[in-house]
């Protein structure tokens, strides 16, 4: 790997991240400008989803079929 795309994965783990204080709209808008995390981010959400939906958690289910919408819109 180069140092190119060694600092686009960086800079994709670093949007992934969240950070104290952080702006939820913000989080995922930055995340959906960027293929590579948001391509991490979606499958990170379906696999809440799942597995939300195996625990019958309805308030995780809501939670991560919000946020998927928000990922895909």
Not at 9 to 23: M, Q
Not at 27 to 54: F, R
Not at 57 to 73: A, E, G, H, R
Request: proline residues 1%; glycine residues 2%; hydrophobic residues 35%.
């Amino acid at each position: 790997m180069d140092l190119k795309h060694s600092d686009e994965l960086i800079f994709s783990i670093d949007l992934l991240t969240k950070k104290e204080g952080y702006n939820y709209e913000t989080y995922i808008s930055n995340i959906k400008e960027n293929k590579p995390a948001l391509i991490v981010k979606v499958a990170d959400t379906l696999s809440n989803l799942e597995q939300s939906i195996k625990d019958c958690n309805l308030k995780f289910i809501l939670k991560y079929n919000n946020q998927l919408k928000l990922l895909t819109n």
